[in-house]
T-cell receptor
Framework: GQQLNQSPQSMFIQEGEDVSMNCTSS?????WLWYKQDPGEGPVLLIA?????ELTSNGRLTAQFGITRKDSFLNISASIPSDVGIYFC????????????FGPGTRLSVLP | NAGVMQNPRHLVRRRGQEARLRCSPMKGHSHVYWYRQLPEEGLKFMVY????????ESGMPKERFSAEFPKEGPSILRIQQVVRGDSAAYFC?????????????FGAGTRLSVL
């Protein structure tokens, strides 16, 4: 079945730095979602992407739907301590109606 | 995720007891998903339900676990004869349905501890 890989698995950055993470697959996806999970909470939707090449921003967050439809990228600019958490990508496979597939997550730690 | 309500937030059970986890989807949503998350790990899909139907239960353990989403009331994830390995956070998500843009919105989770 379809699987998603996320890299890096974890990262430690200084407050104020920019962050980049990505999500890749060997399969084509039609929709990409990015979620953030705070410690002890459920995942919260950050950005949804529906078209190949689409670039969407939400405040300091920017995500892109890869041209090949097999990957997506999330960037966070000028990180702050509350950016700490786990970032999950999720993709809806090519066959509409199938459930979303979730990646294993990227764990972000922000050092003051 | 405030719209998806899960209760209880924390549940403690002794080995051999039953655990019932409840999920009320967002208003207008007819699709419910259950996920399990172990500490320091990602979300593991368990089951996908529509009202009164199980659509995909490929992630559900074959024994002791069951899920339902009745016509009226919340979705229930039921774990019979719990064991220590069942200790985890269980998340419910809901979506409006439809093939395209069927975005899932998550609840805050139920943390199950088995003593």
């Amino acid at each position: 079945g379809q699987q998603l890989n996320q890299s890096p698995q974890s990262m430690f950055i200084q407050e104020g730095e920019d962050v980049s993470m990505n999500c890749t697959s060997s399969s084509i996806f039609n929709t990409w979602l990015w979620y953030k999970q705070d410690p002890g909470e459920g995942p919260v939707l950050l950005i949804a992407l529906y078209k190949a090449g689409e670039l969407t921003s939400n405040g300091r967050l920017t995500a892109q739907f890869g041209i090949t439809r097999k990957d997506s990228f999330l960037n966070i600019s000028a990180s702050i301590p509350s950016d700490v958490g786990i970032y999950f990508c999720a993709g809806q496979p090519n066959n509409y109606g199938q459930n979303f597939v979730f990646g294993p997550g990227t764990r972000l730690s922000v050092l003051p | 995720n405030a719209g998806v309500m899960q209760n209880p937030r924390h549940l403690v059970r002794r080995r051999g007891q039953e655990a019932r986890l409840r999920c009320s989807p967002m208003k207008g949503h007819s699709h419910v998903y259950w996920y399990r998350q172990l500490p320091e790990e990602g979300l593991k899909f368990m089951v996908y339900l529509q009202k009164e139907n199980i659509i995909d239960e490929s992630g559900m353990p074959k024994e002791r676990f069951s899920a339902e989403f009745p016509k009226e009331g919340p979705s229930i994830l039921r774990i019979q004869q719990v064991v220590r390995g069942d200790s985890a956070a269980y998340f419910c998500a809901s979506s409006p349905g439809g093939a395209i843009g069927n975005i899932q919105y998550f609840g805050a989770g139920t943390r199950l501890s088995v003593l």
